[in-house]
């Protein structure tokens, strides 16, 4: 087996995100790069290579956190599929707009904005959220689902980090501690105050929200939105809606049921502690309990709908099952690529002599990279959190802000690759295709990216000034 394989470890994730890019098809662009991975990891032993990719394949579907994954996200497309096709959603996007709440383009992108930095639990369950309970209305306004998509992708994540009273707080706060860092809490909230693209991207996001701002691919999408809209204004009946109380009841309770359980659940499996919860059984539960109360709140409320609503099960489930797909490639990519010793490679990068006032926006911008070539900003994070912590140590850098600067990396590599999970959720929630949603975020994130290593470069060059009169 091949374990030190040097540069050659890029050309697999290089591989699935340039195929991905060119081909539009990720699912072989993706398995490709598990193949390709395999055979550089036991070259040239292509006989035990392919075996070997077999079962690194079956072994992250079969994997007991995997599965609970796959069962997840099967049971969001069939509880939004039971949401649509029950009519519950459209009864919820009608009183949104009679009430006025949610009446005008700029009235929507807020919505998404304000829900997205509310479920700050769980960035997968905020994106799901904020995203399935958007759709709707973006489709009756006319705003494109690349906007959506953008918007959810750009606050859930960052405000996860941001907020880390979550899985995201334990983790890292985890990797901190394992430093023999002095207080690693205090540790962790002053690096969250200096994750500076974090802090970027929700805000940039929340002026895109409220200006409407599109540059780029994104400006064809909104016109499509847009022309899509007149034409349905056209066709459609101009009739007055009833609002069906019931039906608005099923949608509120399933979706805040969704939310409110993964807090209580994060509690209950953690013996009274929220951050020593088990993440993934507490989004399982919630899930399958939001479910329950949407299929028994769409019987209850519309008659004759038991058809429609084993119909949306179906339909919602199939539909979700190509992202899931998805999902599990890069699951699969992401192993074999830190067998290959990518992240690995790529942090030693930084043993080359460099000028100091250059390491934090050094450090931003390898484990960006790293986050962008293995598709995970948590396995960004377990790889330069304890590179960024000797290195302030070494140098005599602040330690916030070298983990900062890691933890920005991470976000950003992650909000910018196309084989990243949360990248795909937020295509997934906004029924957004994945390449598209992937183009059309690219110069927003890349304008967060630039503003952040402009603020690295100045916070080191005024650290190592100084350091300099010390």
């Not at 929200?209 to 809209?229: D, I, L, N, T, Y």
């Not at 906004?430 to 994130?445: D, F, M, N, T």
Request: hydrophobic share 55%; with cysteine; net charge neutral.
């Amino acid at each position: 087996m091949n374990i030190e394989l040097g540069w050659l470890s890029l050309l697999p994730s290089l591989l699935a995100i340039i195929l991905a890019v060119a081909t539009r098809r990720v699912i072989w662009a993706l398995l490709g790069g598990v193949i390709f991975a395999n055979g550089l990891l036991f070259m040239p032993n292509w006989g035990t290579a392919g075996m070997a990719g077999g079962s690194s394949l079956f072994e992250s579907l079969v994997a007991p956190g995997n599965m609970m994954i796959w069962g997840f996200t099967l049971a969001i497309g069939a509880l939004f599929g039971v949401l649509e096709h029950g009519g519950t959603f459209n009864s919820f996007v009608h009183a949104l707009e009679k009430k006025q709440w949610v009446h005008s383009r700029r009235r929507a992108r807020l919505f998404t904005w304000l829900l997205g930095v509310a479920v700050f639990i769980e960035s997968n369950v905020s994106i799901m959220t904020a995203g399935t309970t958007s759709r709707p209305v973006y489709d009756r306004l006319g705003i494109s689902r690349q906007k959506l998509a953008y918007l959810i992708d750009s606050t859930c994540a960052p405000v996860c980090i941001l907020i880390p009273l979550n899985a995201w707080g334990a983790f890292n706060l985890g990797l901190i501690g394992q430093q023999d860092v002095t207080n690693p809490l205090m540790v962790l909230v002053a690096s969250v105050l200096l994750n500076a693209y974090a802090i970027f991207a929700l805000f940039l996001a929340l002026w895109v929200a409220w200006s409407g701002w599109s540059v780029g691919p994104m400006k064809k999408f909104e016109q499509a939105a847009q022309q899509a809209r007149a034409e349905q204004e056209l066709t459609a009946p101009t009739e007055a809606e009833k609002v069906n109380r019931g039906a608005l009841a099923t949608v509120l309770l399933s979706l805040i049921s969704m939310v409110l359980l993964v807090p209580i659940m994060l509690v209950i499996t953690g013996d009274g502690s929220m951050v020593k919860g088990d993440g993934m059984l507490s989004v399982f539960v919630a899930i399958y309990v939001a479910l329950f109360i949407a299929v028994i709140g769409t019987l209850w409320s519309t008659p004759g709908s038991l058809q429609r609503v084993i119909q949306g099960i179906g339909q919602g489930a199939w539909k979700i099952l190509p992202l899931a797909v998805i999902l599990w490639l890069a699951i699969t990519l992401g192993d074999v690529t830190k067998a290959l010793g990518t992240g690995d490679y790529l942090t030693g990068l930084l043993n080359t002599s460099v000028p100091q006032y250059f390491i934090p926006a050094l450090v931003f911008l390898l484990s960006a990279l790293t986050a962008f070539a293995i598709g995970s900003s948590w396995g960004t994070f377990a790889l330069m959190i304890p590179l960024a912590i000797p290195l302030a140590v070494g140098l005599g850098m602040p330690m916030p802000l070298l983990i900062g600067a890691a933890l920005a990396g991470g976000i950003f590599g992650d909000h910018a690759s196309p084989i990243s999970d949360t990248t795909i959720m937020a295509s997934l929630a906004s029924g957004s295709e994945h390449i598209e949603h992937v183009r059309s975020q690219l110069p927003y994130a890349l304008l967060a990216a630039l503003l952040t290593t402009v603020f690295y470069l100045l916070a080191g060059w005024y650290v190592s000034s100084q350091l300099v009169v010390l």
